[in-house]
């Protein structure tokens, strides 16, 4: 297959002004040692997204958090493949395939974690499933702020990071992945999402090339 990316280079680029950093799902239920759903290479990119966070903050470029949320009064599919989102009961044993109360709605597991949260005023947007669009108000939120481009970073690349990329595409957004600032479990799955995605929905970036990028920008 022919290589798009001087293409994805060129339509795909983030415009001055125009632009937002989405962070997706760095949550406790993914991030903290020792939970049902731990994503421990999650950890390893909690620097550069700080990064960003401080060059979009300084420059007063929209910072939008996402986090997955889990509520047996919303019993979706997604509860019954992957119980661990389902309510631990007292004294119960936690962990892969057991409720384990990951990211249950109203527990600290559905939180973004400590060095990466939002601040007042920042965009969070609470979801119950994969895509971020699906069924929130994420879209129209991005285009009252005049936002077209996206910069997009979090966990896990082949879940919810991936899910949410296709969305923004179907949206017109033009999306840049960060690749040292998302991850998944295995680094054979991070290696062919980055290569669908880079194929076909965004452009891939290190969080680097990103700053030196839109540092360039005037305020």
């Known amino acids: 297959m022919a290589d798009r990316r001087e293409t994805f280079e060129r339509e795909l680029a983030p415009e001055p002004g125009r632009t937002a950093l989405v962070v997706v799902d760095m949550q406790r239920g993914f991030l903290d040692p020792g939970e049902a759903m731990e994503v421990p290479p999650a950890r390893d990119t909690v620097a550069a997204i700080q990064s960003l966070l401080a060059l979009f903050r300084g420059k007063r470029m929209p910072v939008v958090f996402t986090e997955f949320v889990y509520s047996e009064e919303v019993p979706l599919l997604v509860g019954r493949l992957h119980p661990e989102h389902q309510p631990a009961k007292p004294g119960a044993p936690r962990g892969f395939g057991l409720p384990s109360s990951s990211c249950l709605e109203g527990t600290p597991s559905a939180d973004t974690v400590p060095d990466l949260a939002p601040r007042p005023g920042e965009l969070v947007v609470r979801k119950r499933g994969y895509d971020a669009f699906a069924g929130t108000a994420l879209d129209p939120a991005l285009r009252a702020r005049n936002v077209t481009s996206l910069v997009v970073a979090g966990t896990m690349t082949d879940i919810c990071v991936l899910a949410t990329v296709i969305g923004a595409f179907h ?17 054979e799955l991070q290696r062919a999402t980055l290569d669908i995605i880079g194929r076909a929905y965004g452009r891939i970036a290190t969080a680097k090339e990103i700053a030196d990028q839109i540092s360039s920008w005037s305020q």
């Open 171 to 187: 949206r017109e957004y033009r999306v840049t992945v960060v690749e040292d600032g998302v991850s998944t479990l295995w680094p």
